[in-house]
């Protein structure tokens, strides 16, 4: 097994042969025959062990037993313990989740600041079929039958390729002793139940059961790469950028089939979930939309809009009597000048005796009115965005300057009649938006 793992890190983790890295260790048969087999190979690693608190005695054993491995193996160890019961209550999550979240975070944190390339875990062969199982169970789609990803970002798990009883034979022959969790035979977790039932049975009817699944594995994830291509060729097609939003005509995304598929492999990766949702928006009036925790999905006029949410911000951004600039949260230049100039969406010439300083850069405010330059009487801001066919991004995303409550220019569109420079006027400012 030494040489197969071996051939395995060469061919599939080479960074592991260069840089420093974390090994996560239970104490377990999986996570102890990965420290050795680095080990052996003279990687650079530490080892770090949570330590739950959820078993009293058994857990304080298995920290020790994990700190007298790393002394045996010549290696730094990190030591954390956790309130796990406590974080359960508070954030209302199983225990199984709690102690993944907290973990993962405390890993996360040790590979920044120490410096080191990753975090290796002992998920092995049969970890990969309960959890596909598992997700076959509740119901999932590709995604959910890819099983356990070998690498992520933040992991790398190069015991997959291996089974339980590969790893289990080689502590025996090379006299490698672990700690065994006796949670780890109780039949009242969902995992332990298809460990210790159904796979013997799926085992029993195929003696090559988990080679094949495996071989099935690797097929699935040809298929995704395949899928994620296309689906990155389709983006490439259907998503136009633009400033602040991406917008997908509706009239081309009807034209595929089956529709929630193909919502699915455009919208999923920004957290939408609710397909049905997404789907009436296709045929639903403008302004209606779909949110997911991190983006929004807007219907307007023939598209779909697709925006990140940004954190409420009722801030409004003052602007000086003598200030030049500003930088954020967009570009303005302000400069005293003698005459008028030519004037465009990018510059306009206000009576500056007229502004009452400080200015206020700010977004739209419910009853906003102003009278546009150009044109007789006022006109009510929302009419006015809808003139000149803004979408609900755009309306959002739309800055006014304003002196007091009364609008100066509506951003980069219109100015105000109300500043406007009168003949024989002295005191003329200049406003740029500069791009």
């Excluded at 739950?52 to 994990?66: G, I």
């Excluded at 917008?247 to 089956?258: D, F, H």
């Excluded at 999923?268 to 403008?286: C, H, I, P, R």
């Excluded at 009364?406 to 006027?425: E, L, Y």
């Amino acid at each position: 097994m030494l040489k197969e793992f071996k051939n395995h890190i060469k061919a599939n983790f080479p960074l592991l042969l260069q840089r420093p890295f974390l090994v996560a260790c239970s104490g377990g048969v999986d996570s102890v025959v990965l420290a050795h087999l680095c080990a052996q190979l003279n990687l650079e690693f530490s080892i770090a062990h949570c330590n739950f608190k959820l078993r009293d005695k058994s857990s304080d054993d298995d920290e020790e037993f994990v700190r007298s491995l790393a002394h045996q193996l010549h290696k730094k160890i990190f030591v954390t313990n956790f309130n796990t019961v406590g974080y359960v209550n508070k954030n209302k999550v199983s225990v199984q989740m709690a102690a993944r979240d907290l973990r993962y975070a405390w890993f996360a944190k040790l590979v920044k600041e120490n410096n080191l390339e990753t975090v290796l875990t002992g998920h092995q062969a049969d970890d990969n079929l309960e959890t596909f199982l598992i997700n076959l169970s509740r119901g999932t789609g590709v995604d959910g039958l890819l099983g356990i990803p070998s690498k992520t970002s933040a992991l790398a798990r190069p015991l997959l390729p291996f089974t339980r009883n590969q790893i289990e034979n080689f502590a025996k022959q090379n006299n490698i002793i672990w700690r065994e969790d006796k949670s780890n035979k109780e039949t009242k977790y969902l995992r332990n139940r298809i460990r210790h039932k159904i796979v013997p049975e799926l085992k029993e009817l195929h003696p090559t059961f988990l080679q094949n699944f495996n071989n099935t594995q690797v097929y699935l994830q040809e298929t995704s790469v395949l899928a994620e291509d296309y689906t990155t060729l389709l983006k490439k097609e259907l998503f136009v950028h633009k400033n602040g939003f991406i917008e997908v005509s509706v009239a081309k995304l009807i034209t595929y089939n089956p529709l929630k598929t193909y919502l699915y492999a455009l919208f999923s990766d920004y957290g939408f979930t609710e397909w049905q949702d997404v789907a009436n928006l296709l045929t639903a009036m403008s302004g209606k939309q779909v949110l997911s925790r991190t983006h929004r999905l807007v219907k307007n006029r023939e598209n779909l809009l697709l925006q990140e949410l940004k954190e409420a911000n009722s801030d409004v951004y003052l602007v000086n009597k003598d200030q030049e600039t500003v930088s954020y949260p967009i570009k303005l230049h302000f400069k005293n000048v003698s005459e008028i100039g030519i004037t465009n969406n990018t510059t306009i010439y206000v009576d500056k005796s007229k502004l009452k300083f400080p200015l206020v850069l700010r977004k739209r405010e419910e009853g906003d009115v102003f009278y546009p330059f150009g044109q007789k009487g006022k006109k009510k801001l929302s009419k006015y965005y809808k003139d000149i066919k803004l979408s609900v991004v755009e309306k959002d995303e739309q800055w006014l300057l304003c002196s007091g409550s009364n609008i100066v220019w509506v951003v980069g569109k219109r100015a105000d009649n109300r500043f406007k420079v009168a003949a024989g006027c002295d005191n003329v400012l200049k406003i740029s938006l500069v791009k």
